[in-house]
């Protein structure tokens, strides 16, 4: 079996650069240096050009160089040649004898260095007669100098040959092959996404804030990132244990530097550790002032050793690599370290974090002022948007705290970050266990109840015994008519949520009572998310003015629980584009492991918003994406909103779901045992758009008056808004005239016009479908479609423009008809909405102008062959995402080229691909009868 071919995470020009080195040898030798700093994966490199060369049967010899070798000369050299001893009786005599003496075989006068030198070229010469070589030299500068100088010489000489010689060299360092003006490739380190793939690879089970913080501080060296997860316990790899404030080091990375750090006298170590733990802060004033030395004369002695150097103004402490300041902290003692952090915590106000958390590293035990400090301090973070740092200054308060209460609440705090921010649930069920079991009777506070309630909301989607839990806190909350109260005003943000995902009026009536107790002091986003969010039919259109200054400040707010909560707010009332902005920056944070909760809810805000628009693509990628950080961090409510609803919507109305409805159905009966009866609103949803996509009117009208009765759009049930056009559209096309009439009447009694341009729209859209008078019906129709600002939601609008065109055709009104036929034809094809597509085209046909083109016009356009490529794959079944894995494209990209396609075939869905490619192969003949 041939070896396989090696694989090096982010490193494919290398291994490029290595496989053509190794083709090479067969006609000619070459030699390559391989530069790099320590740690950058240079020996990995020759692991790798040995296994190549082994594929394609190349013998290698190599050799090692250490930084202890011993002072004999040729040592090196002599293991190089070992393999090759047996061939040196064939050579010459005075190289043989060279070789011999120099190679300690035999008692003689060493030879001229450059006898030896051109007796080892002679030896590799003859030894690559039958077949190329290759030897492999690591840590070069290393080798004892006699041997770098006879190796310098032969890698200078090998063109001809069939040798190659492949060495590695430290960034920084000298010796004879640097200065033989050999080719060198420099290997620089990984970028954050190879760093991130290797440790997903290597480390799968690695937490993501923890393989952040990695990716971090090893600054892309791909032995740090191997070494430091090892050097963690196992608790703190999966995140269930808070990470130390400096990473510890692994004896490979120690070996690094640490040597050089010895060497330094004992007031240098003692600067360089003060610049270590000084973390961001290392300007060389901070170093002065912890330090009491003017002069700095430890840090000047350490960037002559090349281990630090100080540059810009106001002049800064720079560690030549993170992996040097770690080393300096690993080789410190505890008492040193203390010392430091105490000397810094000195040199900064009392009210700095730095203080805080340089107090904190300094603590040798329990201490309630220094657990006051990270308690405010984290309180402060949160507020500013660093979720991890606060969720990290809580816990070590908690640690901190010798009164069993204190930790126990502090615990509690930590444990809410972590659900509702950090996305950390199983972190957070650990801190909530732990506080109960120092304080039981804490269990039932409302901060505790929060969490709890949040946990099962969320991990186990037990929506009723989250609901009961939480309502009994605040009913039992001494504070529970106190406005400023901050977990009053949690809990009932957090109960807006689990009243909305339960989908009934009567899990609101405890939140009214609530209200009702805060009186006329009810805190302002917490009015604003319940009318706008809980029963925005009710309340949203006379409170647009508010809601819009909200959101106008958006772009400035820093709190990032404040940021989703008022995102929620825009979801039904049409404004969530406002909220973009600072959704997307919640998004990036949860991509880097930070506040991963509130990234979810991001996703799930923005997706809406892109299926709302009509970008529906995008809305797929934000719906897997969401899904898969609920898989990681066991959010399953959020799976079943984005994967089992949002995902499918894009499906059903694109005609991909058929195959599928079962798994609604199921979702249906899974959010019924749970008391999660939104899941029962998704599922009504999904059918009704199924069955209009299927032109089954009976059918959609049976789903969606089951979620949406006619005539009723209800109190807390803001999700009938989604639902306004399909209730009369299945009405009018099933005779139920007065349903629709009263549907209509419904909305603009709730004066949703003035809640938004697409409410307005839907409004008269549905008016017009209702009204039984033609010129009505035409008013209505025009008035829907008249405000430009409603091409922003192209489905909805689309779908007027279709039943206006219907309409227009049965009163025999076809120019007028054909032209909304067409514009609803481009809306769907923008879409990909193929039911809705096919059911205008049959439209268009009637009106005597179908919308395919000629044969002659199909053949006029050509395909390119990555469009014809894309869709012989797609006509053969294959989905975007598998075309995009093959071709190496983004299925993104895939659904563009097919948009491209589908006009040039004269078709308008993937069905119809595979008969237009064979009709247009038989057209235009095989390949060679054609000109």
């Known amino acids: 079996m041939s070896p396989r071919p090696p694989r090096l995470t982010g490193r494919a020009d290398e291994l490029t650069l290595l496989r053509d080195f190794v083709a090479y040898l067969q006609q000619s030798g070459a030699a390559i240096l391989l530069t790099g700093p320590p740690g950058v994966g240079k020996t990995a490199m020759l692991s790798a050009a040995a296994d190549l060369a082994a594929e394609a049967m190349v013998p290698v010899h190599g050799v090692t160089a250490t930084e202890f070798n011993t002072p004999d000369p040729f040592t090196s050299l002599g293991t190089l040649l070992t393999p090759l001893r047996g061939a040196i009786g064939e050579l010459p005599p005075n190289a043989q004898e060279a070789l011999e003496v120099a190679l300690r075989l035999r008692e003689g006068p060493p030879a001229r260095r450059e006898v030896l030198a051109a007796a080892t070229l ?37 063109r001809g040959s069939r040798v190659g010689v492949l060495a590695t060299v430290r960034a920084g360092t000298h010796g004879p092959l640097l200065l033989a003006g050999l080719p060198d490739r420099q290997l620089r380190p990984l970028d954050r996404a190879h760093a991130d793939a290797l440790l997903q690879v290597r480390f799968p089970q690695l937490a993501t804030p923890v393989k952040a913080r990695i990716v971090e501080e090893a600054d892309g060296l791909p032995l740090a990132l191997l070494e430091m997860p090892m050097a963690l316990t196992a608790a703190q790899r999966s995140g269930n244990a808070p990470l130390p404030a400096r990473m510890p080091v692994a004896n490979r990375l120690t070996r690094l530097f640490g040597d050089r750090i010895e060497q330094l006298p004992k007031h240098a170590r003692a600067q360089l550790l003060l610049a270590a733990v000084a973390g961001a802060d290392d300007h060389l004033s901070t170093i002065q002032a912890a330090s009491l030395d003017p002069h700095v004369r430890g840090v000047i002695a350490a960037e002559a050793a090349e281990l630090v150097r100080v540059r810009d103004l106001p002049a ?226 006379h409170g647009m003015d508010q809601l819009d200054a ?74 897997a994406e969401g899904s898969a950080f609920g898989d990681t961090h066991g959010y399953r409510r959020y799976r079943v909103i984005l994967a089992g609803y949002m995902e499918r919507l894009v499906q059903v109305c694109r005609g991909d779901l058929d ?146 065109g219907e309409r227009l055709r049965h009163e025999h009104r076809l120019p007028e008809a054909r032209r909304h036929l067409h514009a609803a034809h481009a809306g769907f094809q923008q879409l990909r909405a193929h039911p809705w597509l096919r059911r205008t085209e049959r439209e268009l046909r009637v009106t005597g102008q179908p919308t395919l083109p000629s044969t002659s016009e199909v053949d006029a356009q050509p395909l390119t062959p990555q469009e014809r490529q894309v869709a012989e794959l797609a006509a053969s079944g294959l989905t975007n995402r598998e075309i995009g894995e093959r071709l190496f494209l983004s299925h993104r990209s895939i659904g563009a080229i097919l948009y491209r396609v589908f006009p040039k075939l004269g078709v308008t869905s993937r069905a119809a691909l595979r008969g237009a490619l064979d009709a247009r192969a038989a057209r235009m003949g095989p390949p060679s009868s054609r000109s």
């Open 122 to 158: 002679t030896l590799l010469q003859k030894a690559c007669q039958g077949g190329p070589l290759l030897l492999l030299i690591d840590d070069a500068h290393w080798l004892d100098p006699a041997s770098a100088e006879v190796i310098a010489f032969v890698a200078r000489r090998l």
């Open 316 to 541: 800064r402490v720079q560690f030549v690599h993170p992996l040097v300041r770690a080393t300096v902290v690993h080789q410190a003692a505890p008492q040193q370290l203390r010392a430091a952090h105490l000397a810094l915590a000195g040199v900064y106000p009392t009210e700095s974090a730095a203080h805080a958390w340089h107090l904190a590293d300094a603590a040798t035990g329990p201490h309630e002022t220094v657990a006051s400090m990270l308690e405010a301090l984290a309180v402060r973070t949160l507020a500013t948007g660093g979720v991890q740092a606060a969720m990290t200054a809580l816990q070590r308060a908690a640690e901190l705290s010798p009164d069993r209460t204190q930790r126990a609440k502090r615990e509690i705090q930590a444990a809410f970050v972590g659900a509702n921010v950090t996305g950390d649930l199983q972190r957070a069920a650990e801190l909530l266990a732990d506080a109960t079991r120092l304080e039981p009777a804490l269990t039932g506070s409302l901060a505790a109840t929060v969490t709890a309630s949040y946990l099962l909301l969320n991990g186990q989607c037990e929506v009723d015994a989250a609901h009961h839990l939480l309502v009994r806190a605040i009913e039992n909350h001494p504070g529970n008519s106190d406005p400023s109260d901050p977990h009053l005003i949690d809990a009932l943000h957090s109960l807006m949520i689990m009243n909305s995902f339960g989908g009934r009026e009567t899990l609101w009536e405890p939140f009214r009572r609530a209200l009702s107790r805060l009186g006329e002091n009810v805190p302002a986003d917490v009015d604003l998310c319940h009318r706008m969010f809980g029963d925005p039919v009710g309340h949203a259109a």
């Open 550 to 623: 909200a959101l106008a400040g958006l772009a400035d707010e820093l709190d990032p629980i404040r940021v989703t909560r008022l995102a929620l707010a825009g979801l039904y009332t049409d404004r969530l584009d406002r909220c973009r902005p600072t959704l997307r920056r919640l998004i990036n944070d949860g991509r880097q492991g930070e506040g991963v909760a509130l990234a979810i809810h991001a996703l799930i805000s923005s997706c809406i918003d892109d299926w709302l628009t009509g970008q529906w693509d995008e809305a797929l990628d934000l719906a």
């Open 659 to 804: 195959d599928r409805l079962q798994a609604v159905d199921e979702m249906a009966d899974w959010g019924s045992e749970r008391g999660a009866g939104m899941c029962t609103t998704f599922a009504a949803h999904l059918q009704t758009l199924h069955a209009i996509a299927q032109e089954d009117f009976e059918a959609a009208y049976g789903h969606v008056t089951a979620a949406s009765p006619p005539g009723d759009l209800g109190r807390y049930a803001p999700h009938r808004l989604w639902m306004l056009y399909d209730v009369v559209e299945a009405a009018v096309k099933t005779g139920r005239r007065g349903a629709a009439a009263a549907h209509v009447a419904a909305m603009r009694e709730a004066e949703l016009p003035k809640v938004s341009a697409r409410l307005a729209m839907l409004t008269a859209g549905s008016a017009a479908l209702a009204a039984p008078d033609p010129q009505d019906a035409s008013a209505l129709f025009a008035e829907a479609l008249a405000d430009p600002a409603t091409t922003r939601w192209p489905f909805d609008r689309a779908r007027i423009q279709l039943g206006f």
